[in-house]
């Protein structure tokens, strides 16, 4: 069973708009959240982090909501541009453990 | 420059033989990982290492061995028993979960 899920497979964005990417997770001992980028044939680079005592965490054009009740993260880019078109990873960590990833999100930033 | 290198890029194997994945670090990282990436199923652990000479099962060791006799390197050996051996390879390190894993660029491994 899969503890982390990222839900759409693909994701499609006009170029200057809003790009939302979603994770959910199922395990409450998670506390520690992060986001990767992987370009094909590339290893994944990391983006953006948040832990479970903050709400958002924001860099630059990145920023990431972290909905504990609903066990729910978020990646918000704006704005959206073509070079952001990569697979997009969320991964989770309970402390000590290592981390789980999801099945990833590819986006796809239309010019 | 420090970072993770993975050495082959791409690499083809005959059914039946065994095949060592390179991974070297020079970051002075502790823990190192081995991932696999197969179409729709994320990076799935294979092993790891949270110091010389210890490491332990990810959640698809089967078919797969590592050693890990330095600090800087975890090489990762496809035997023969592993069925599906055909997927991108991860190789990782980190010292601090608050930075998240440092990836290498992978190794594409097909069996011909």
């Known amino acids: 069973d899969q503890q982390v899920k990222q839900n759409s497979p693909s994701l499609s964005v006009q170029e200057g708009r809003i790009s939302i990417l979603n994770c959910d997770y199922t395990n409450s001992m998670f506390d520690y959240f992060l986001w990767y980028k992987k370009y094909p044939a590339e290893g994944p680079t990391f983006l953006i982090s948040i832990s479970s005592i903050k709400d958002k965490n924001e860099d630059g054009r990145f920023t990431v909501f972290l909905n504990k009740s609903a066990k729910h993260l978020s990646l918000h880019i704006v704005p959206s541009q073509p070079g952001d078109s990569a697979v997009y990873f969320c991964?989770?960590?309970?402390?000590?453990?290592?981390?789980?990833f999801g099945p990833g999100t590819r986006l796809s930033v239309l010019p | 420059d420090g970072g993770i290198t993975q050495s082959p890029k791409y690499l083809f194997r005959k059914e039946g033989q065994n095949v060592t994945l390179s991974c070297e670090q020079n970051l002075n990282h502790d823990a190192m990982y081995w991932y696999r990436q197969d179409p729709g199923q994320g990076l799935r652990l294979i092993y790891y290492?949270?110091?010389?000479?210890?490491?332990q099962k990810g959640d698809i060791a089967e078919g797969y061995s590592v050693s890990r006799e330095k600090k800087e390197s975890f090489p990762l050996t496809v035997t023969s028993a592993q069925k599906n051996p055909t997927a991108f390879y991860l190789c990782?390190?980190?010292?601090?979960?608050?930075?998240?894993?440092?990836f290498g660029s992978g190794t594409r491994l097909t069996v011909v």
């Open positions: 991964a989770a960590s309970a402390h000590g453990q290592n981390f789980v």
């Open positions: 990782a390190s980190n010292n601090d979960r608050n930075y998240g894993y440092t």
């Open positions: 290492s949270q110091i010389v000479n210890d490491f």
